[in-house]
């Protein structure tokens, strides 16, 4: 039996979204990103206990694999340079690309994605102000780390204070740590790239590029490898979270519709297409559009109520 829908029931179809109401929403929740990593500064001395905590975790588990990845990005410039790179330059090219690219050629799939991403965002700027954690390369040397950004800054256009650029150390958080959003991006346009490629090489750059982020922000000594799995597990909580989000800001959408179009019939709105559809007189009277026309054809007005009780018609003005 063919299915029949009944008029007036069919379903609203999906609001087209346009990219000059996309980007300035990209820019607030990024500008909310980097005003939150620098806020949650937090305590030096806090900061370095908690990457003291996770280190000493890592060795218990037999997880610490910070030190041999650095010491061999520290011993070998043709990998410790290009992961100088790698960490200070992709993770704020790539993921912009990958937006735009869903954008453009998957808008059915662009605001679940979209979703996604700023909504692990947000937790992770909770894990910034909660958890302050100073990075392997800011501890005590002590500790065999090397901090590569600082070793190769010659080659690139970083300075001491990781990627942020020559004399702009002071407007970065060095210690938003946890959880690692460089793994957690990477993760999400892997997966995008998976999912939405299309091709191969695609499907491998999924795979190849939050693996390559994973090792690369561990030998530059940034991250810990538990900031990294703190990053795969925002993702994860945002992707739980993000259907939840989109019904709520539709909800919210619907509420504001609803109130606009729900105007009192004896509000001056809803007057103003009987008002604007005749002229005014210079008593307060409105006259209609068929009377003036009248008027202006040459034509007696008829006698108004008042008018007939006085026995003659009141002249034209």
Request: glycine residues 10%; proline residues 8%.
């Amino acid at each position: 039996m063919p299915h029949t829908e009944t008029p007036g029931t069919e379903a609203a179809p999906a609001p087209r979204l346009r990219w000059w109401t996309e980007l300035p929403l990209l820019l607030l929740v990024y500008a909310c990103y980097t005003a939150g990593r620098l806020l949650a500064r937090g305590d030096v001395s806090t900061a370095v206990d908690h990457g003291l905590a996770i280190l000493r975790v890592e060795k218990a588990l037999y997880l610490n694999a910070e030190h041999p990845l650095n010491r061999l990005f520290t011993r070998e410039p043709w990998i410790g340079i290009p992961a100088d790179f790698w960490y200070a330059s992709l993770h704020y090219v790539v993921t912009p690309v990958v937006l735009v690219w869903l954008f453009r050629s998957r808008a059915v799939r662009y605001r679940a994605a979209r979703t996604w991403l700023m909504t692990s965002t947000l937790i992770g700027l909770i894990g910034f102000t909660l958890l302050p954690t100073c990075p392997p390369r800011l501890l005590d040397a002590g500790h065999g780390f090397v901090d590569t950004m600082a070793q190769y800054s010659s080659y690139g256009w970083w300075g001491g204070a990781a990627s942020a650029p020559r004399g702009m150390g002071g407007m970065t958080n060095q210690y938003a740590a946890m959880p690692s959003l460089h793994v957690g991006w990477a993760l999400w346009c892997g997966v995008m790239l998976w999912r939405f490629g299309g091709t191969r090489l695609m499907k491998a750059a999924g795979v190849a590029y939050p693996l390559i982020t994973t090792i690369v922000v561990m030998g530059t000594a940034n991250h810990y490898f538990l900031d990294a799995a703190a990053g795969a597990l925002v993702m994860g909580a945002g992707l739980l979270l993000a259907p939840v989000v989109m019904r709520t800001a539709d909800r919210v959408k619907a509420r504001f519709a609803t109130a606009a179009a729900a105007v009192p019939a004896d509000s001056p709105a809803a007057g103003s297409p009987i008002v604007s559809a005749g002229c005014q007189t210079s008593a307060g009277e409105r006259i209609p559009r068929q009377r003036e026309s009248r008027l202006a054809a040459g034509a007696e007005p008829s006698a108004s109520p008042k008018d007939a009780g006085d026995g003659a018609p009141t002249p034209a003005r």
